[in-house]
């Protein structure tokens, strides 16, 4: 294997794959029985344990992200200790803070949905159980859910992406300093592929959850679910694989290896 690919960066790659596939497990399959059926029936439980692991793993993505983000920083800005601090027992610990903060915020406004009195009405006009369009069904006041999902949604999104901001700022000062332009290039690619995931990510869900409004058309707020749920799960691998020499150049030993055996 790949001695870089043991690096930190593809360490927390690893972790963001993993936060990926559960929620592609979850919202995924949903989508296409909705699609092919034109609808899908789920319990109220099935959807109170969909609207949590949901939750759970997209929390997860935005502490990851902004993990990922201080650890570009240091490599670009603070290089002769990158070593030294983002050691192995380090990201286990960043790894573990970040599942245990996901784990911790999200209870909170699955358990205020669940016990909204829910009436008649039992049809979701989205193709899963997300806060917003599961609230619409309640027949009771959701005002304070509504202000508790906004609440929550600023340690989770806008304080993680305020950070992840920060850091580009300050890489973006250090990029400017280099005065050789393969050396700006090769500052640049390192950041270029996370900035881009950064953006579709965290764009869709600060119109979605921090600053929502309640006349935003319905197909509006599926497209842009689809964006967070669905789109950057899938071209997560492929802007980190392109865009990583380290990658291309295992990928490459991998099938000569394979060629060379097979000869």
Avoid at 50 to 68: N, S
Avoid at 71 to 99: E, G, Q, T
Avoid at 116 to 138: A, K, R
Avoid at 212 to 231: C, E, H, M
Wanted: hydrophobic share 50%; aromatic share 12%; net charge positive.
């Amino acid at each position: 294997m790949h001695q870089n690919l043991h690096s930190p960066m593809f360490f927390f790659l690893q972790q963001l794959s993993l936060s990926d596939l559960l929620q592609s497990m979850v919202i995924v399959p949903i989508l296409l029985k909705t699609v092919i059926n034109e609808g899908a029936k789920i319990s109220l439980i099935g959807c109170i344990v969909q609207l949590y692991i949901f939750g759970v793993t997209e929390a997860l993505q935005c502490f990851l992200l902004t993990v990922m983000s201080y650890d570009r920083y240091l490599a670009i800005c603070n290089p002769l200790r990158y070593s030294s601090i983002m050691n192995h027992r380090f990201c286990v610990k960043l790894i573990v803070m970040s599942w245990l903060l996901a784990l911790s915020f999200i209870p909170v406004t699955v358990i205020t949905a669940a016990t909204q009195e829910f009436c008649n009405q039992n049809t979701i006009n989205h193709f899963f159980c997300d806060y917003f369009p599961l609230l619409e069904l309640s027949c009771s006041d959701t005002s304070l859910v509504r202000i508790l999902v906004i609440a929550v949604s600023f340690p989770i999104i806008l304080i993680p992406f305020m950070l992840i901001t920060v850091s580009y700022i300050c890489i973006a000062h250090e990029i400017l300093k280099i005065t050789s332009n393969i050396g700006r290039q090769k500052a640049f690619s390192t950041c270029s592929s996370h900035l881009a995931v950064v953006s579709i990510f965290y764009g869709s869900l600060i119109v979605t959850y921090v600053v929502p409004t309640r006349n935003q058309s319905q197909t509006i707020g599926k497209l842009l679910s689809l964006l967070y749920t669905v789109v950057t799960p899938f071209i997560n691998p492929l802007i980190y694989s392109l865009r990583s020499t380290d990658m291309k150049n295992a990928f490459g030993n991998i099938v000569q290896k394979r060629i060379f055996y097979q000869m």
